[in-house]
C-alpha cells in the first residue's frame, strides 16, 4: 500500500485538509495504485478508499472490479452490496443464491450467480458446466432478467359471443416497434406472493371491475424462456353484465391506465391473425377458446 501525500490527493481532483502539519485525504484509509493477484498482475489508477462505503473515485478513473475474494485479498475491507449483503432499495437480500443449489438436471453444474443490477426487477449472469448430447463438458453463462412469475385471464361470454380484455401502453413494446404501444391484452400482473388463483381474481377486479366466479386453469407458459424466467399461470372464466361490478382501469396509485375493451369473440380471433393483436399470452387463450374452450362448438 502507498502512503498519501498532498500531491497525490491533488492528482486525485481531491481537496486536502490539514492534520497535524500534513495533508491528509478526509477519512482515506488506503491508496490502491497495482494490485498482484495470484498470476495476473492488474495495473490500476489510485482510489480512495473510504471505511463507511464503497471506493470513492474521481471522474474519469475506473472502477478497480475485484470480485469480494481479491478485495479482501488485497487487505481491504469489502463494501456491502445491496440485494446481497444488505437490502436493496426494495427490501430483497441474497438476491445472489438464486440459481446455485439447482441440482435436478445431472448434465447441469451451477457454477457462480453474480447479481447485475436489482432495479424493479433483477438481472443475474449465472456461469454453469453444461454436459452436451456429445460426451463433451462446456463452460457456459446466461444472463437471466427475474421479474417473478404472474397470471393473466380471458373473460368470455358465451350467451353474448363476447371476451373482455385490456388495451394499455407498454413501454418495451412501444420501443421495438409498436405504432403506439397501446396493446390489447388479457389482464394479467405479478403473483406478488399471492396464488395464482388468488392474485388473477384481484387482477380481473382491478383492470377489467369484474368479479370472477367459477375459475379454469388452462395451462402455464414461459414466453421467453431465452432470457426470462417468468413463468405465467394462464385461466379462463366466464362473466356477464352482472359480474362486472365496478369499472376497472387498474391502480392509479401504480400508474396503470387501462382501457376496459368487450370484443366480438369471432372478431378477436381474427385480430391475432391479422396482427392488431400481438401479445402472446393473448393469442395462446383465444386459440384454446377456439379449439378447446367455449367456442370450440361455434366456430
Known amino acids: 500500500m502507498h502512503d498519501i501525500n498532498g500531491s497525490s490527493v491533488e492528482a486525485l481532483g481531491a481537496e486536502p485538509t490539514l492534520r497535524s502539519g500534513e495533508e491528509r485525504f478526509p477519512r482515506a484509509r488506503e491508496v490502491l495504485t497495482s494490485c498482484v493477484l495470484g498470476d495476473a498482475v492488474a495495473s490500476q489508477q489510485a482510489a480512495v478508499v473510504r471505511s463507511d462505503g464503497p471506493p470513492v473515485l474521481p471522474d474519469g478513473v475506473p472502477p478497480l472490479n475485484l470480485e469480494p475474494g481479491q478485495v479482501e485479498a488485497a487487505g481491504l475491507n469489502p463494501a456491502p452490496r445491496p440485494g446481497i449483503d444488505i437490502p436493496d432499495a426494495r427490501g430483497r437480500i441474497g438476491l445472489d443464491r438464486a440459481g446455485r443449489d439447482l441440482i435436478r438436471n445431472p448434465d447441469v453444474v451451477i457454477r457462480e450467480v453474480e447479481l447485475l443490477a436489482s432495479g424493479w426487477h433483477v438481472l443475474r449472469r449465472t456461469t454453469f458446466d453444461y454436459h452436451s448430447g456429445d460426451g463433451t463438458w462446456s463452460r457456459q453463462q446466461r444472463e437471466t432478467y427475474d421479474r417473478g412469475n404472474g397470471a393473466t385471464i380471458l373473460l368470455y361470454d358465451v350467451d353474448r359471443a363476447t371476451v373482455l380484455i385490456t388495451r ?10 409498436h405504432p403506439d404501444g397501446l396493446l390489447l391484452e388479457t389482464a394479467a400482473g405479478l403473483l406478488d406472493d399471492d396464488a395464482p388463483d388468488a392474485a388473477i381474481r384481484r387482477e380481473a377486479a382491478e383492470e377489467l371491475g369484474v368479479t370472477i366466479g367459477e375459475l379454469h386453469h388452462v395451462f402455464d407458459v414461459y414466453t421467453s424462456p431465452g432470457s426470462v424466467t417468468e413463468r405465467v399461470h394462464c385461466f379462463a372464466a366466464p362473466y356477464t353484465p352482472a359480474t362486472r361490478t365496478a369499472a376497472g382501469g387498474g391502480v392509479v396509485e401504480e400508474g396503470e391506465d387501462i382501457t376496459v375493451v368487450e370484443l366480438p369473440f369471432a372478431e378477436a380471433l381474427d ?26 362448438a361455434t366456430l
Do not use: H
Not at 394499455?168 to 416497434?177: E, I, L
Not at 391475432?272 to 370450440?296: E, H, M, S, V
Open 168 to 177: 394499455q401502453f407498454r413501454y418495451p413494446v412501444y420501443v421495438n416497434g
Open 271 to 296: 385480430m391475432a391473425y391479422d396482427g392488431r393483436i400481438t401479445d402472446a399470452k393473448t393469442i395462446l387463450l383465444l386459440q384454446w377458446a377456439a379449439q378447446r374452450g367455449p367456442f370450440r
